[in-house]
């Protein structure tokens, strides 16, 4: 995607938001002929291309439902509502769009902070939410709510199928450098974790804010701790910078593993050039995954982009969309209440394969990977799927804390 810089994003949130648990509102059947999902994309700021690409993938998913002649008998149509990824003006877009616009249903909301907020709202507005960015833990932990449906993996998720590739990876001093919010932590202690069971040593640990545009200072303190692999969480912009700026001091060459968690994407590839080869980074989503409904998917979409093919953030938008069909059609209603019901514990064949929606916390169960970026018989840079971890090995067990 040429058009394209922005890297990956996984779980953009900060922690400490307290969601209320809620039951999907009753309401009788729905019986009108077109359902209506509200899609809720970032529309300015550091985010809105993946805004863009999320709103992409739910009109793709909607247009393809359509044409074969929609969802248990009824039409799919978007109604877009843009934010600025702040989680008041989320929750007033969805306010919009259910009580003004008719929406019951919500997706392309961006990170995990919005899905907190909105969380708390959704039992009110008697609306799904159908996440397929926001990572976080929580979500899905003390947060879970029972409108709300988590098709992406959860940062624990794909760190267990990293951690897994630990021990096999180059390098026995690691720094870490992380985004300054939940994720960031997160995933530095499940890598600290992982880091203790293989033998390996953390010699630096550093967070940088959100929206940083200058780590010299961050870049400084790795190359003095002397370690010889990095873990780095940025995302965004924040990846774009740091990516260039360690390039500036010719980290890389120091590490014998650079490991990402959501900082290098496809998007990124033409951008960064070869300063990325040989990078490893979280793979959540392998277009070359070798089942039909992916081939399908990837070959229609790129048909449709000029031969782009999709990435993270359109597939997993695809698959929440898709999640959602599946529960209009398991409960041949688009009732909230009657979709909830049938997807709690659903299985049913995906782009990434067979997958279930659990219904303990509404976490869909599904594989990760690890990548590495090579250059592919085209002499371009593609990430190479390193090692796979089935969902059912990296799930954690539902949260206690939990109640849905």
Known sequence: MASKFWTALSALMIGGLVVACGTPGSA???TSDVVKVAIIPPSSGALAQFGSD???AWQFAVDEVNASGGIAGRQIELVRVDTDATPAATVRAAREAVTQRGASFIGAVMTSTEHGALNA???GLNALSFNGLGKDDALTGKDCNANAFRAVQSTTMDMNALAAS??????????????DYSTGHTSAEIFKEAAAK????????QY???????FGSYISKIVASDADALFAVEFGADGIAFVNQAAQFNLADRFETVLGFNMVSEPLFDALGDKILGYYNNLGYDVNGNNALNTKFVADWAAK???EKPYYVVADNYLAAQVLFEGIEKANSADPADVSAALNDLTFDSIVGEVTMRGGDHQLIRPSYLGKIVKDGNGA????AATASAGADIIPPVDPACVL
């Open 208 to 214: 940088a804010p959100l929206n940083t545009t200058e």
């Open 166 to 179: 630990l021990a096999e990876l180059p390098g026995e001093k690691w720094a870490i450098q992380a985004v």
């Open 121 to 123: 709202q959704l039992p």
């Open 305 to 307: 982009h000029g031969g």
């Open 54 to 56: 999320a709103a992409d």
């Open 28 to 30: 009788g059947t729905d």
């Open 381 to 384: 840079l593609a990430f190479e």
């Open 198 to 205: 293989a033998g390996k040593t953390v010699v630096l640990e």
